[in-house]
C-alpha cells in the first residue's frame, strides 16, 4: 500500500487549504483513513479520522475548523482545513488502518505553513 499526501503549503493565518491522500497497492475494502500532525520535537498527534463507515473524529483543537471525507472509490482521503491558524503549522501525515487486523501504512508527509 501506497499513501501519496498532496496539498500543502503555506497560507495565512485565516486562510483555507485542502490536502488529499490518494491510497493505492493492495487496499482491503474495510479500513479507516486519518490525518496526523507532527512540529519537530514533538509526538505526532491525531487531527481528525473517518471509519470505512463514514464515522468521523476530531481533535478539540481543530473542531469546527477542519473537514475530513473520503471518496471510497479514488481510496482517496481529503481535509478541508478553514480558519488557520500559526499553531497548525506542522507536517501532516495520512494513515490507512485495516479494521480486520489493525495494521497500518503511512504516507511521507506534506508541510504545511500558517504564516501570521
Known amino acids: 500500500v501506497q499513501l501519496v499526501e498532496s496539498g500543502g503549503g503555506l497560507v495565512q493565518a485565516g486562510g483555507s487549504k485542502r490536502l488529499s491522500c490518494a491510497a493505492s497497492?493492495?487496499?482491503?475494502?474495510?479500513?479507516?483513513m486519518a490525518w496526523y500532525r507532527q512540529v519537530p520535537g514533538k509526538q505526532r498527534d491525531l487531527v481528525a479520522a473517518?471509519?470505512?463507515?463514514?464515522?468521523?473524529n476530531y481533535a478539540d483543537s481543530v473542531k469546527g475548523r477542519f473537514t475530513i471525507s473520503r471518496d471510497n472509490p479514488k481510496n482517496t482521503v481529503y481535509l478541508q482545513m478553514n480558519s488557520l491558524k500559526p499553531e497548525d503549522t506542522a507536517v501532516y501525515y495520512c494513515?490507512?488502518?485495516?479494521?480486520?487486523?489493525?495494521?497500518?501504512?503511512w504516507g511521507q508527509g506534506t508541510q504545511v505553513t500558517v504564516s501570521s
Open positions: 494513515k490507512l488502518t485495516y479494521v480486520s487486523n489493525g495494521l497500518g501504512y
Open positions: 497497492g493492495s487496499i482491503f475494502r474495510t479500513h479507516d
Open positions: 473517518i471509519t470505512s463507515g463514514g464515522t468521523t
